[in-house]
């Protein structure tokens, strides 16, 4: 089976040839690397070059926004299987096998999704399930992040494209949430999609507290308050979703740690804002 990646990138260059490294460990080689590459300079030609005997790329170019990439990937596409790796993540050595095993050994499996780590063995990305199983329209926000999802190409035909109002880049300031919202819908449809806790892609997980952090907590909040308001989430669902952040806060001030606190905050604003913009 063939699998086609469809990378979107801007203002990275190491993190993306670690990327392209990842894919040189992989035993499967039937592959197929769509770059989207959003920089406005060649900054990437020299890991492009590298990436060619192992895996020669396909270079887009296309405007700002993580969600307009992913459509302009899927316009040109031809693999079995379709992944949405990040440009800062990598692959460990055999996932691509693992990923082309359980397609072929469960003929009616639509899709596949997974966990992240930091590459030393912790948590990245957000909180995850620990139990495999089903994705689901009330867990797949546990069960999934776009760095870890494979899909058939037949899902992603159907599916359609990704909003492009949601994501990194996007003209709007919903900054998270897209994939999301592409899982839901696909869920919708009655597509099988499974998650594997031990199917883990490596992320790193930089959560400093800053300012700068706390204003991209308060976008990716809009991003999943958005997608909850976008698919009439019940109130009890919307209600935990804030409340669960709320309560971080106030753990992390009774700790004495009023800038994790902030940062929960951010989240948990981000998300009633987002709830809001319908």
């Known amino acids: 089976m063939k699998i086609s990646l469809i990378l979107a990138t801007k203002n990275r260059v190491e993190e993306v040839r670690r990327f392209v490294e990842s894919l040189a460990v992989q035993a499967h080689r039937d592959l197929e690397l769509?770059?989207?590459?959003?920089?406005?300079?060649?900054?990437?030609?020299?890991?492009?070059?590298?990436?060619?005997?192992?895996?020669?790329?396909?270079?887009?170019?296309?405007?700002?926004g993580l969600s307009r990439a992913r459509n302009a990937g899927l316009e040109v596409v031809t693999g079995d299987i379709i992944g949405f790796p990040d440009d800062d993540c990598w692959y460990p050595e055999g996932l691509?096998?693992?990923?082309?095993?359980?397609?072929?050994?469960?003929?009616?499996?639509?899709?596949?999704?997974?966990?992240?780590?930091?590459?030393?063995?912790?948590?990245?990305?957000?909180?995850?399930?620990?139990?495999?199983?089903?994705?689901?329209?009330?867990n797949v926000w546990k069960r999934g992040i776009s760095y870890t999802i494979f899909l058939r190409?037949?899902?992603?035909?159907?599916?359609?494209?990704?909003?492009?109002?949601l994501g990194v880049g996007a003209r709007t300031r919903f900054g998270s949430g897209e994939e999301t919202d592409y899982l839901i819908r696909a869920?919708?449809?009655?597509?099988?999609?499974?998650?594997?806790?031990?199917?883990?892609?490596?992320?790193?997980?930089p959560v400093l507290y800053t300012r700068s952090h706390r204003d991209k907590a308060f976008r990716y909040g809009l991003g999943m308050g958005r997608v909850l308001s976008k698919h009439d989430y019940k109130?009890?669902?919307?209600?935990?979703?804030?409340?669960?952040?709320?309560?971080?806060?106030?753990?992390?001030?009774?700790?004495?740690?009023?800038?994790?606190?902030?940062?929960?905050?951010?989240?948990?604003?981000?998300r009633l804002c987002g709830l809001w913009s319908s």
């Open 235 to 270: 109130l009890s669902f919307n209600f935990f979703a804030i409340f669960r952040p709320v309560a971080g806060a106030l753990l992390s001030l009774l700790t004495l740690r009023p800038q994790k606190a902030a940062y929960h905050l951010a989240i948990a604003g981000g």
């Open 34 to 64: 769509v770059v989207v590459d959003q920089n406005d300079d060649d900054r990437l030609e020299s890991v492009l070059e590298d990436a060619a005997p192992v895996c020669p790329p396909i270079r887009l170019r296309c405007e700002a």
């Open 153 to 165: 190409s037949s899902v992603c035909e159907a599916v359609g494209t990704f909003d492009e109002e």
């Open 187 to 205: 869920v919708k449809m009655g597509f099988r999609i499974q998650y594997l806790p031990d199917l883990v892609v490596y992320h790193p997980n």
């Open 96 to 138: 691509l096998s693992r990923v082309v095993h359980e397609f072929e050994s469960q003929p009616g499996l639509h899709g596949l999704t997974g966990r992240s780590e930091d590459g030393e063995g912790h948590p990245s990305g957000g909180s995850f399930s620990r139990s495999r199983g089903g994705v689901n329209f009330n």
